[in-house]
């Protein structure tokens, strides 16, 4: 990890940034304590960014660091926030001393804790982590009975749970084994599937025994 100041000068000219304006002047603005020269030489020096005419800009390197910090800042304003009760503007200080303190594995499970926010308690966007990536793909993929969809709503088999053989049987003699793309067509007063050129009413039971893979895109 970075020393403090480093990462507060990186935090800020992210936030400046997230205003649209890089000006060395709204950086300062929002670090809160002077811009010594020697820390931007040190963070030039780092690679970690770039002074321009327009303003101060991140390197590649330097956004990720940022992203990183603004994340732990922002992720420690939710969990003091939410769990702690603290109001947005008190958070706001005590967040800024846990972005410096916290690893990365710790970030994560707090990211998880408080289920992957996606701002923070003034609305500003918590950059994602591995963890979010991850919750999300779990969602996107989930298997569920059949009888879980949404009418309209696309999916395709992953497997059929019945301890019937006959009805098994009978649902693969129609056609439907696993990866097969079907949509919910509706479920009351039965539940009809459409797959290829074919419409089927299945019994909620049945339903309730085909379990399939929610497609992300719905
Ligand atoms: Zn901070
Ligand atoms: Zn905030
Ligand atoms: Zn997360």
Redesign the pocket.
Known sequence: MLQRRLE?IL?AIWTAEEKGDRSAKQVQKDARFQLEEPWLEELKARDLIEIRPDGIHLTLQGREEARQ??RR?RLAERLLHDVLGMEAEEA?GD??EF?HAVVPEVTDSICTLLGHPRVCPHGSPIPEGKCCREARQMVERAVVPLSQLDSGEAASIAYINTRKHTRLHKLVAFGLCPGVQIRLHQKSPSFVIQYDETQLALEPEVAADIFVWRSPEG
């Open positions: 507060e935090e910090i603004l800042h706001e967040a800024c972005e």
